[in-house]
């Protein structure tokens, strides 16, 4: 059973930073491909970017290719969000969800029924 733990989210302004952390406890982190996905209200949870095992694949959506990146350290069971040139957009909470995966490279599926373990969320508000 793996507890996903969401931290960093906060108010920046328009064309500003802020770095989302996901801490994990009680599995083997580095058997997890990790996830970030974002919901607005009134809005779907869409998929942001997610990270293989390893931490050697990446794929993020092409509204924040170029200003996200997400990394991890599995030394520290903790995954990460880097968020520059924040648009207003970008509000919404910020979930991390973890997948088992089963190679090194293998990147979780975006379908949210697919992931069972979940953060509670960070909220992201981003002013103009």
């Known amino acids: 059973q793996v507890q996903l733990v969401e931290s960093g989210g906060g108010l920046a302004q328009a064309g500003g930073s802020l770095r989302l952390s996901c801490g994990a406890s009680?599995?083997?982190?580095?058997?997890?491909?990790v996830s970030w996905f974002r919901q607005a209200p009134g809005k779907d949870r869409d998929l942001v970017s997610v990270i293989s095992r390893s931490g050697g694949a990446t794929q993020y959506v092409e509204s924040v290719q170029g200003r996200f990146s997400i990394s991890r350290d599995n030394a520290k069971n903790t995954v990460y969000l880097q968020m520059n040139s924040l648009k207003p957009e970008d509000t919404a909470v910020y979930y991390c969800?973890?997948?088992?995966?089963?190679?090194?490279?293998?990147?979780?599926?975006?379908?949210?029924?697919?992931?069972?373990?979940w953060g509670q969320g960070t909220q992201v508000t981003v002013s103009s």
């Open positions: 009680g599995g083997a982190f580095s058997d997890y491909s």
């Open positions: 969800a973890a997948q088992r995966a089963d190679g090194d490279s293998e990147l979780a599926v975006p379908y949210i029924a697919l992931y069972p373990y």
